[in-house]
């Protein structure tokens, strides 16, 4: 995951409508975290940083993700294989993501979903990351 990505998708604000943006993967501190930037092109869509951390005695991992809007948000994260997922479970607004990496590694995509007031899971962001460099 580690680069620079050009991104493409999909969002349910604008039905029928491609977003493009870029989004870089980069370690902090040695590789205590990574560091993940991203932008959308298109308004409407933020542009955020997330910081990917663990707590090593209890083998757990962690996103803290903030956007230009001032939103902040703290997901849990897994990843397993080739899957790298983060999730947050909120009553009144909760998400998931799933980033899964192809094979050759020059390619992932992205599958968000959200959930308002507890109620079905609907599409939110999606994206495909090709490598950029």
């Known amino acids: ?14 039905p029928g409508t491609t977003v493009h943006g870029r989004t870089s993967f980069a370690w902090h501190e040695g590789g205590a975290f990574l560091i993940m930037r991203s932008e959308i ?4 869509i933020p542009s955020g940083v997330a910081v990917f951390g663990s707590d090593d005695a209890a083998a757990t991992y962690y ?3 903030f ?7 703290k997901y849990d994260v897994t990843m397993t294989g080739n899957v790298l997922t983060w999730r947050r479970d909120d ?3 909760s998400q998931r993501a799933t980033i899964t990496v192809e094979e050759g590694r020059a390619k992932m995509t ?3 979903e959200m ?13 495909t990351y090709v490598q950029a460099r």
């Open 115 to 127: 959930s308002r007031e507890g109620g079905e899971w609907e599409d939110d962001l999606s994206l």
């Open 110 to 112: 992205m599958k968000g």
């Open 91 to 93: 009553p009144s607004f």
């Open 67 to 73: 956007d230009e809007r001032g939103v902040s948000r």
């Open 1 to 14: 995951m580690v680069g620079e990505w050009h991104t493409t998708g999909i969002h349910p604000q604008g």
């Open 41 to 44: 092109e298109e308004p409407g």
């Open 63 to 65: 996103m803290l993700y």
